[in-house]
C-alpha cells in the first residue's frame, strides 16, 4: 500500500475550498465549480454526494440550485474530508480507526514508529481546515492540488 493520495482526494479538498471561497450562502452551481476546477461535473457529482450524505452539505435541484455549506468550513478539517473519500489513512493494518490484531504485536520493533507516524499525518492534516485552504494564497498561476 502506497502513502499517497488519490486524485478523488485532491479533488475534493479543490471542490470544498472552492465552494468554501465562493460562499454567500447561496447554493453555488455544480457547473461553477466544475468550470473553476476543471473537472468533469459528472465526476465532481460523484465526490460532493459523500459530502451531502455526511451532513456537511446541502444540495438543491432546479433553477437555483446547487450546493451550501451545512457545516462550517471552519470545522471541517483536511483530515475529516480525507477519511471520507480515501478511508483509513492508516499506513499499516495494525493501526487506524479498525485496526487488525496481530499475534506479533506485543513483540514488534516497528509498531511505535508505525503509531507515530499515523498520529503525525494525523496531526498534521487536522491542523487545516477546509477554511484556511480557501483562503490560501495561491502560490502558483497554475498549480492546483
Same mark, same amino acid.
Given at each position: 500500500?502506497?502513502?499517497?493520495?488519490? #486524485? %478523488?482526494?485532491?479533488?475534493?479538498?479543490?471542490?470544498?475550498?472552492?465552494?468554501?471561497?465562493?460562499?454567500?450562502? #447561496?447554493?453555488? =452551481?455544480?457547473? $461553477?465549480?466544475?468550470?473553476? $476546477?476543471? &473537472?468533469?461535473? %459528472? /465526476?465532481?457529482?460523484?465526490? &460532493?454526494?459523500?459530502?451531502? %450524505?455526511?451532513?456537511?452539505?446541502?444540495? $438543491?435541484?432546479?433553477?437555483?440550485?446547487? /450546493?451550501?455549506?451545512?457545516?462550517? =468550513?471552519?470545522?471541517? #478539517?483536511?483530515?475529516?474530508?480525507?477519511?471520507? &473519500?480515501?478511508g483509513d489513512m492508516a499506513p499499516v493494518e495494525c493501526i487506524g480507526d479498525h485496526p487488525t490484531q496481530c499475534p506479533r504485536m506485543s513483540s514488534c520493533k516497528t509498531y511505535e514508529m508505525w503509531r507515530g507516524f499515523y498520529d503525525m499525518t494525523k496531526r498534521y492534516f487536522k491542523g487545516f481546515t477546509i477554511a484556511d485552504l480557501a483562503n490560501s494564497p495561491a502560490s502558483g498561476d497554475d498549480y492546483m492540488i
Open positions: 500500500m502506497a502513502m499517497r493520495i488519490s #486524485t %478523488k482526494g485532491r479533488y475534493a479538498l479543490r471542490i470544498l475550498a472552492d465552494l468554501a471561497e465562493h460562499d454567500n450562502g #447561496t447554493f453555488i =452551481p455544480l457547473k $461553477q465549480i466544475a468550470e473553476r $476546477q476543471e &473537472i468533469s461535473e %459528472k /465526476y465532481l457529482e460523484g465526490i &460532493i454526494v459523500v459530502f451531502s %450524505k455526511a451532513g456537511y452539505l446541502e444540495g $438543491q435541484r432546479g433553477k437555483k440550485g446547487g /450546493y451550501r455549506f451545512l457545516r462550517s =468550513p471552519e470545522l471541517i #478539517t483536511v483530515w475529516d474530508v480525507l477519511n471520507m &473519500i480515501e
